[in-house]
């Protein structure tokens, strides 16, 4: 019979193998608009760093291209330009 630190190094074995990090949409560089969250005004953001999930999702911090301006914002509030777009 196996003592209980076998079980858990068991345990902890297992569950490092099943939890995964989830992956970012948007790729660092590419053009964004906020849908959601804090009012932007007009004008895009470009992605500049992935941050980790805050437990309501994984974040972005975005820099708006026409006056600078940094933010943090959650990806379900994010939005894909289109290339046709630019």
């Known amino acids: 019979m196996s003592n209980d630190n076998e079980m858990a190094a068991r345990a902890r074995q297992h569950a490092h193998r099943i939890i995964s990090r989830p992956a970012h949409k948007f790729p660092i560089g590419v053009r964004v608009i906020q849908r959601f969250g804090a009012p932007t005004g007009l004008g895009s953001f470009r992605v500049t760093r992935h941050l980790p999930d805050?437990?309501?999702?994984?974040?972005?911090?975005?820099?708006?291209?026409?006056?600078?301006?940094?933010?943090?914002?959650?990806?379900?509030?994010?939005?894909?330009?289109?290339?046709?777009d630019d």
């Open 54 to 84: 805050d437990g309501a999702g994984l974040l972005y911090r975005v820099k708006r291209e026409r006056d600078g301006q940094e933010r943090v914002a959650n990806e379900s509030s994010l939005e894909l330009i289109r290339r046709d």
